[in-house]
């Protein structure tokens, strides 16, 4: 074969290995970065409970840690029916710690969720 074709320069393998190299270690530094930047979000929140004060609010108490350097904050309280469906949502710019808000509903509900909040530079709700 190597008489009828011609055998690959010797210089192919060594480039072949540098840029296979070379893309690895790209892809690892990214994998390291990423999980840097998931495992520490700038804002955190979790539903500590709530009251359903009526047929139309429900007081829902939120844990919301913020990060030192979080800016722009949004939470997202919704209330719930028995049937599932969302009667009823906030957003409120949260302070770290426990907040207490009120969700007006459109009729009975029967739980509330907390989504999640989101801060500038995080793209989905923790």
Do not use: K
């Amino acid at each position: 074969m190597t008489e009828r074709y011609a055998a690959p320069p010797a210089w192919r393998r060594s480039v072949t290995i540098a840029v296979v190299l070379v893309v690895a270690l790209v892809a690892l530094a990214w994998l390291g970065w990423a999980a840097y930047e998931e495992s520490n979000p700038a804002v955190e929140s979790q539903l500590i409970g709530f009251d359903v004060v009526d047929e139309h609010a429900v007081i829902a108490r939120v844990d919301v840690r913020l990060s030192s350097g979080a800016t722009a904050a949004t939470c997202t309280v919704e209330a719930i029916a028995s049937d599932h469906s969302i009667v009823g949502e906030l957003h409120f710019t949260p302070s770290s710690g426990t907040n207490e808000v009120t969700v007006r509903t459109e009729r009975m509900a029967t739980a509330a969720q907390v989504p999640g909040c989101i801060a500038d530079g995080q793209d989905r709700p923790r």
